[in-house]
Each structure stands twice: as C-alpha cells, then as structure tokens.
C-alpha cells in the first residue's frame, strides 16, 4: 500500500511538471472548444503588447492562436473566461507540420507587433454607439479616440490602425433632416459641428469634412490601414469624389448645392466605389445608390445571412486572415448602409463576403498606396435593425459572435507579417 501511495504522488508530480513545462497555448478559435472568441482576440493583442511571440493559424480549428506558454497568460486567460489548451513542443510542432503541408489549406502568420489603434469618433460617443467602439471595450484591447482636431493635425502618424466611427464624410449630417430635424439632439450636432468647423478655419461643414477625409486618405497611402462601417464607407468615397463640388442643399450648408453636381464627381478619387448617383432628395435617408438597404425585399429576416469567401491561406494571406471564423455563413444586420451594389465596386477590390440571396456586396477589402482598407456593410452585427436610440447590445450575451469576429480580424490584421497578396 506504501508503494502505491509513493507510485501515485510520484504519477502526480510527473503530470503536474508535464503541465508546467508546456511550450504553448493554444487558443482553440473553432465552434466547439472556444468559449469566448471575441475576448480570445484580445488575450492575443495582450500578448503582443508584453512582446511575447504569437501565431495566426489560418483554417486551423477556426483561425486558432497559437502563444508561448506562461503563468501569466494562462491567469490571463482564466480570469477574461477563455478557452485554452497546453500543448508540449512536440504537439505543437505536429500541428505546425501540418498546417505547413502543401495539402491542406492552413497557413502559419507571425503575429509581430501590437498595433496602435485609433478610433475617428465625436467627443462623448458611449461605446455602444458603434460596434468596433464596443467590441474593442468588450475585448480588452486599447485604442485611442481621436476627432477632426487630431486628424487635421496630422496625428494619425502616431497610429497603424484607424476606424471610421459611422460618421459622414458629406456635411448633410447623416441624412437624418427629415425624421429628426426638431430633435434635441440632432440641433446640438449641427450646432457643434458647425462651431468646429469655423474654429478649425472653414467656412462650411462639408469643406471641413472634406478635409478629415482627405487626411485619412493620405494615412493609408501612406502605409496605414482603415476600418469603416456603415455610413462611414460610402459617405467617405462620395467626399473624396465630390472634391470641390458643392453637393449640400440649403438645410444642410446654408446655400443651393452646385447645379448638375453628378456629372461633375471624380470617381478617380475614390477608395472603392465607382459611378455611382447620388441621392438628391434631402428628405430621403439615403446618400446614393451604392447602399442597398432599399433594394432587399426579397431578403426577409429569418433569411439575411452572408457567406464569406474561401480564400487559400498560403497564396492569400490577407483574405483569409480577414475571414477567419468559425462559420462561413454570418447572420446579416442592416444599417443605414447594409450593402454595398456589387456593380459599383470597382475591380480591383475584393468582395469578401457577399448576400447571395440578394447578390450583394457585405465585406470588401482594397489597397491604396502603401496601405489597406476595409468596408463592412451595417451597423451592430448582433442588432439587425439598429434604430437611434435602442438600448445597447450587451456583448457578454454574444461572447461567439462572427459577425464581432469579422471586425477584430480586422483589429489583429496590421500585426501580422504580411505576404503579397497573390489574386
């Protein structure tokens, strides 16, 4: 019985230093083992941010992550409520093996470096105001808000990734004159940002607007990358193309827009949009044909859901790490912008995730420059029909959602050492 105790307590010890002597931790991203995908993101961005090493595994087990094993990651992972796994150096050689075989469609990324984070957002926007705002605050990942004051300063310099809160880019204030323009609040918006814009040197919105927009634009040339969602995406494009072109009407900027307006816009100017039209009507809560929020009948509810490409991780690196999920079909959520019309997405950017059921563009990614962005089509992946001022989506009862999933690919993305994209 001596023997057996001494063989026992000796088992335990043998099992307890295997434990404590494995080289990684997985973070197991598929449907099954994970129990918190969003905030596994942020567990990763932890890391990077104290210089431990981090590895993307595309298409393995849902886009897993692959860390160095540490007391303080495992502690880190237990109190946010993360699933992980250990792993000797052995398993985790067998996994990268595999992941490396010319028959499977996996690739490895090394994630190098914690990006700096920015969010373009009006001073005192609560955080459920915006999904990325809202996700970043449920993740734990840091990010700094900044406005049209730090944007025309050139402060974007100090960041490698920006998101464009659902803002627009136009100077007609949302297109919200018609259902809300006796509304407290949208009065003191108009007043506020119309104060900004003389303080900032212009004498009308839209030319102030026109201006932040023209800032970001040159950030991603420059090598940044950019994040929009909604609103933000083709109001953004339609500033850039109306340059010089006064397209505002009298309630908007105090004088008539420009007369023939549309033919006079450059789409050469645009990040991903092309000839599109513009919504003339100030009473119509639209900016132009690009969204098709009013062209979904055919789409009900119980139906809206959009399928994401299946890129190949080792020739496409960047398509597959901005898709990696745990499902290939994200339940669709409408916006002001929902989707974008396919054929008014120019050629050389890449729809990622596509309504087949409609046939519209969800998710695209571009180059411009030295830098990258994203569009994203809605407003709150886990409040289909968004309305101003519906409570806010409690994230802790959507801990697995893809759709959140899709925006912190996105937040992770500039970390990774990058491949040329190939298609």
């Known amino acids: 019985m ?5 063989s026992y307590c000796v088992l335990l010890l043998l099992l307890s230093s295997v434990a404590a002597r494995a080289g990684f931790i997985l973070l197991p991203m598929d449907e099954s083992t994970q129990q918190n995908h969003l905030k596994a993101y942020g567990i990763t961005y932890w890391c990077l941010d104290r210089q431990y090493k981090a590895s993307w595994l595309l298409n393995y087990r849902g886009g897993s992550f692959l860390l160095p094993d540490a007391p303080e990651i495992r502690k880190e992972c237990q109190i946010r409520g993360v699933s992980f796994e250990l792993l000797s150096d052995d398993e985790a050689n067998a996994i990268l093996a595999e992941i490396s075989s010319p028959s499977q469609n996996m690739e490895t990324v090394i994630l190098e470096k914690a990006p700096k984070i920015a969010v373009y957002t009006p001073k005192g926007k609560q955080p459920w105001d915006d999904a990325v705002t809202l996700v970043l605050t449920y993740a734990e990942i840091p990010f700094t808000p900044v406005y049209d004051e730090e944007v025309l300063s050139d402060q974007l310099l100090l960041y490698d990734w920006l998101h464009l ?21 949208y009065i003191e918006q108009k007043k506020d940002a119309e ?18 927009a023209k800032k970001i634009r ?29 397209i505002c009407e009298p309630m908007f900027d105090g ?38 929020t009013n062209k979904r009948a055919n789409v009900p509810m119980e139906k809206d859901y959009f399928t994401l490409m299946d890129f190949s991780a080792k020739w496409d690196p960047i398509p597959s790490m901005l898709c990696q999920n745990h499902t290939m079909l ?5 916006g002001q912008s929902t989707a974008f019309q396919p054929d008014l997405v120019k050629s050389n950017v890449l729809v990622m995730g596509e309504c087949q059921l409609n046939g519209e563009a969800r998710y695209i990614h571009g180059e411009k420059g030295k830098g990258m962005y994203t569009f994203y ?20 009862l959507h801990p697995n959602s893809p759709g959140y999933r899709l925006i912190l690919n ?14």
Not at 165 to 185: I, M, R
Not at 410 to 423: G, I, M, Y
Request: with cysteine; glycine share 8%; net charge negative.
């Open 2 to 6: 001596k023997t057996l105790k001494i």
């Open 165 to 185: 809160h659902h803002e627009d880019f136009t100077g007609q204030y949302g297109k919200f004159y018609a259902s809300y323009k006796n509304a407290p609040w």
């Open 195 to 212: 104060a900004l814009a003389t303080k900032l040197g212009y004498a009308k919105v839209s030319e102030e607007k026109l201006a932040v």
């Open 218 to 246: 040159d950030f991603v040339i420059g090598g940044g990358f950019m994040f929009a969602m909604c609103s933000a995406a083709d109001s953004f494009d339609i500033a850039l193309a109306a340059d010089g072109v006064d």
């Open 255 to 292: 004088d008539p827009s420009e007369a023939n307006y549309q033919s006079k816009l450059q789409f050469s100017n645009t990040f991903a949009f092309k000839n599109f039209t513009l919504e003339r009507n100030p009473n119509m809560y639209e900016f132009s044909d690009i969204d098709m």
């Open 330 to 334: 994200v339940k669709g959520f409408m």
């Open 377 to 396: 089509g809605g407003h709150d992946p886990e409040d289909y029909k968004h309305q101003v001022g519906d409570p806010p989506t409690v994230l802790d």
């Open 410 to 423: 996105n937040v992770l993305f500039p970390a990774a050492r990058k491949k040329k994209l190939k298609t």
